[in-house]
């Protein structure tokens, strides 16, 4: 039909030159050369796609859905033009392309799509497609370049055909670019797939994120010489790197991180001098690095961390000079910096955390890290004063330098690092607390400071205007507990209006709990314990707004990436008094303990208000009465300790009461019934409901409600019925 309609076209086009003069014989070879081209035009532009790959779509949009965006496929429109399609040019218009990335498709794929013979590049990545790929995925679709399945649900096994006696003939695929991340595929992936042997072209292979077990397939490399990328991280590849590896030689991505390899680092990747990255963290690799590590100069990223490596960093780690990052933390790394890392003057992030490294710092020359950012050299043993050098280093935005035996006091130098946002020096042998807190205070984008186990036995400055109104301006975490600083919490801290954590615990503090604490309105981690703080619990103290409006909490990732929940700790210090009833309006606390104190008087039924609460603590104090009945309410609660006190009458039963140990409660010879042995003796226990009586008196309330409800909605019935019958009269 569409021929015809060209033909007819290409008849009114001679009728209408016939009209206007005869026709000579060069001007019917011009004409030829015309309808040809316009022909060929018209084929190009008005063409309609392949019958039968547009039947393939339609089953395959029949297959999926996308409830929000669905696909606009009219089965009138040429599919050509169909969103996400491509055609090629050919008489055949055979589909060559398929894009629909992050389209909210959810459903499986069929085996229809393998009729789609011309198919060359497909992506379906970002969807909530699911199930196993159809049989003969890869092999069927002969013609494809490009393949991006990632971010989906796919399941099940690779559908690799196995090439058995096939006399040496290996059949080509085109394909070019592997990427089936982040998916829910397992296995493994053997060396015997005709699709894999026949991709000589393959230059990336992706299928990190899923759960595919055995060796790693190294022999890739052999089938694929191509390859500058090669993804396994985040699976449960086992065993040693097999060989293979280095036959990759234009190999720029090496990633294999979090798995469970084991064995050594295979000498053969030092040979791939096209190396960038290098990631095999989170195995268990072991052994030491090779010398000729150094011979990667392309190297930019090395990342080797939470593995059981051992030895001294390579002397030569310097000949890496295009290093950004370094992460060699969590291993069993021994011996001095090497001087020579200094020539890595492109270094954005070095991390040697948790290993055995050793000696003095001040012959590694910082001064030539000019855009480091983050340096993490805490927990090991380095000695000497702290590096003034690293003042030098003016991008730093965080330094860790916590558990070593650095000695020496912070210098105004510091203030030289103008985007410094966190600083942990916990556990060192650091002096001049009050010479530190003046200087860091400078610090305007200092949002954690962290100096704990430090500046042993002095005392904590008391000076009001220590710290100017416009000091730590945006700091949010300070922690300075475990130091045995001796004096009174404060009052500068007031002045903290950004602060979220506090934690003063294992000092010598003494004095009362200032009730200005509670008008910091970010604060939502409290640790006081582990002090000398005596007199009554305040209840300004529990206004915190942080803990009483749940949503001027920090956003969750934040707590969970600290481990830190909205928390009160108070434990093992001289308080006495009663537990204000102010503490009921603290919603937003999961962690409240008052343990190991001297309070007295009743637990406050407000307490039943934090339904939020996971761990309750009030043991070792001297509180009386009886255990409301109205904590049963607190279903999140898993730890409970009333231990060794004076109170009396039975415990609670049902919710989370059955879940909690004996151990809870002992040492209060009056209480009964519940988890414990002995029964109780009098009719104490409230009904069997196991109302409160604010329970009972809620009940009241809300019958009097609906009494009173039902009596003023038939009163208005009557005078509204009354008022439209005046009015239709």
């Keep these: 039909m569409v021929y015809e309609n060209m033909r007819s076209k290409a008849k009114s086009h001679v009728r209408l030159s016939s009209t206007t003069r005869p026709i000579q014989p060069l001007s019917l070879h011009m004409l030829h050369c015309f309808l040809?081209?316009?022909?060929?035009?018209?084929?190009?532009?008005?063409?309609?796609?392949?019958?039968?790959?547009?039947?393939?779509?339609?089953?395959?949009?029949?297959?999926?859905?996308?409830?929000?965006?669905?696909?606009?496929?009219?089965?009138?429109?040429?599919?050509?033009?169909?969103?996400?399609?491509?055609?090629?040019?050919?008489l055949d218009s055979l589909i060559t392309k398929i894009s629909?990335?992050?389209?909210?498709?959810?459903?499986?794929?069929?085996?229809?799509?393998?009729?789609?013979?011309?198919?060359?590049?497909?992506?379906?990545?970002?969807?909530?497609?699911?199930?196993?790929?159809?049989?003969?995925?890869?092999?069927?679709?002969?013609?494809?370049?490009?393949?991006?399945?990632?971010?989906?649900?796919?399941?099940?096994?690779?559908?690799?055909?196995?090439?058995?006696?096939?006399n040496g003939n290996i059949m080509f695929f085109?394909?070019?670019?592997?990427?089936?991340s982040s998916n829910l595929l397992q296995g493994k992936i053997l060396g015997g797939s005709k699709f894999l042997q026949g991709a000589l072209n393959l230059t990336s292979f992706n299928v990190s994120n899923n759960s595919f077990t055995g060796p790693l397939p190294s022999f890739l490399c052999k089938s694929s010489p191509q390859l500058r990328k090669l993804d396994f991280s985040y699976n449960d590849f086992n065993g040693l790197i097999s060989q293979g590896l280095g036959r990759c030689l234009r190999l720029s991505i090496l990633r294999a991180g979090f798995n469970n390899l084991s064995g050594d680092i295979p000498s053969e990747i030092y040979n791939l001098s096209k190396l960038e990255q290098l990631f095999l963290p989170s195995n268990q690799l072991s052994g030491k690095i090779n010398d000729d590590i150094t011979r990667l100069n392309k190297l930019t990223s090395l990342e080797l961390y939470f593995n059981l490596l051992e030895g001294e960093i390579p002397r030569g780690i310097g000949n890496l000079f295009s290093l950004r990052i370094l992460q060699l933390h969590t291993n069993n790394f021994s011996g001095p910096v090497p001087p020579s890392l200094a020539n890595c003057t492109n270094l954005v992030n070095l991390n040697l955390r948790v290993n055995q490294l050793g000696g003095s710092l001040t012959e590694l020359d910082f001064s030539?890290?000019?855009s480091l950012s983050v340096i993490d050299i805490g927990n090991n043993s380095f000695t000497g004063d702290l590096p003034e050098r690293v003042y030098s280093c003016k991008s730093l935005t965080a330094i860790r330098f916590s558990g070593n035996k650095l000695t020496g006091q912070i210098s105004p130098q510091i203030l030289k690092l103008e985007s410094l946002s966190f600083l942990s020096l916990s556990d060192n042998k650091i002096k001049n607390v009050t010479g530190a807190l003046s200087i860091l205070q400078g610090c305007k984008k200092l949002s954690t400071l962290l100096v704990a186990l430090n500046f042993y036995n002095e005392t904590f400055p008391r000076n009001k205007d220590l710290v100017s109104p416009d000091g730590f301006p945006k700091l949010k975490i300070f922690g300075i507990g475990g130091c045995g600083l001796k004096g009174e919490i404060p009052s500068w801290l007031i002045n903290l209006k950004s602060l979220e954590v506090l934690d003063l615990s294992v000092n010598q503090l003494v004095g009362r709990i200032p009730g200005w604490l509670g008008t910091l309105p970010?604060?939502?981690?409290?640790?006081?314990?582990?002090?000398?703080?005596?007199?009554?619990?305040?209840?300004?103290?529990?206004?915190?707004?942080?803990?009483?409006?749940?949503?001027?909490?920090?956003?969750?990732?934040?707590?969970?990436?600290?481990?830190?929940?909205?928390?009160?700790?108070?434990?093992?210090?001289?308080?006495t008094g009663s537990i204000p009833v102010e503490v009921g309006k603290l919603k937003a606390i999961q962690i409240l303990d008052l343990s190991f104190n001297s309070l007295s008087g009743g637990i406050p039924d407000e307490l039943s208000n934090l339904t939020?609460?996971?761990?309750?603590?009030?043991?070792?104090?001297?509180?009386?009465?009886?255990?409301?009945?109205?904590?049963?309410?607190?279903?999140?609660?898993?730890?409970?300790?009333?231990?060794?006190?004076?109170?009396?009458?039975?415990?609670?039963?049902?919710?989370?009461?059955?879940t909690f140990l004996k151990e809870y409660f002992e040492g209060n010879d009056l209480l009964c019934g519940g988890i414990l042995l002995n029964p109780c003796t009098s009719p104490t226990q409230p009904p069997a409901?196991?109302?409160?009586?604010?329970?009972?008196?809620?009940?009241?309330?809300?019958?009097?409600?609906?009494?009173?409800?039902?009596?003023?909605?038939?009163?208005?019935?009557?005078v509204v019925r009354a008022c439209y019958a005046g009015y239709y009269k």
């Design 522 to 575: 970010n604060l939502f981690y409290l640790e006081l314990s582990d002090n000398q703080l005596s007199g009554q619990l305040s209840k300004d103290m529990f206004q915190l707004e942080a803990l009483i409006n749940m949503s001027s909490l920090p956003p969750a990732i934040y707590i969970s990436r600290n481990n830190l929940p909205p928390a009160i700790y108070i434990s093992r210090n001289n308080l």
């Design 36 to 90: 040809s081209f316009h022909f060929l035009f018209l084929t190009v532009s008005e063409a309609v796609c392949n019958p039968q790959d547009r039947e393939t779509l339609l089953w395959f949009s029949g297959n999926v859905s996308s409830p929000v965006y669905p696909l606009k496929w009219d089965p009138s429109v040429d599919c050509c033009s169909w969103e996400g399609i491509t055609c090629d040019d050919s």
């Design 368 to 370: 030539q890290f000019q």
């Design 689 to 718: 409901t196991g109302k409160t009586q604010d329970e009972e008196e809620l009940n009241r309330i809300i019958v009097m409600g609906f009494g009173f409800g039902y009596f003023f909605g038939l009163a208005s019935f009557i």
């Design 612 to 658: 939020r609460l996971e761990r309750l603590d009030l043991s070792n104090n001297n509180l009386t009465g009886r255990i409301p009945w109205s904590l049963r309410l607190l279903h999140f609660m898993s730890y409970f300790s009333v231990a060794y006190n004076n109170l009396e009458g039975p415990v609670p039963t049902g919710s989370q009461f059955d």
């Design 100 to 166: 629909l990335p992050s389209r909210g498709l959810s459903g499986n794929l069929t085996s229809t799509l393998l009729n789609l013979h011309g198919l060359s590049h497909l992506d379906l990545s970002h969807n909530r497609l699911l199930g196993p790929l159809p049989p003969g995925f890869f092999s069927a679709l002969d013609k494809l370049r490009v393949i991006n399945l990632s971010y989906n649900s796919f399941s099940g096994e690779l559908p690799l055909e196995q090439s058995f006696g096939n």
């Design 174 to 180: 085109p394909i070019e670019t592997i990427d089936l």
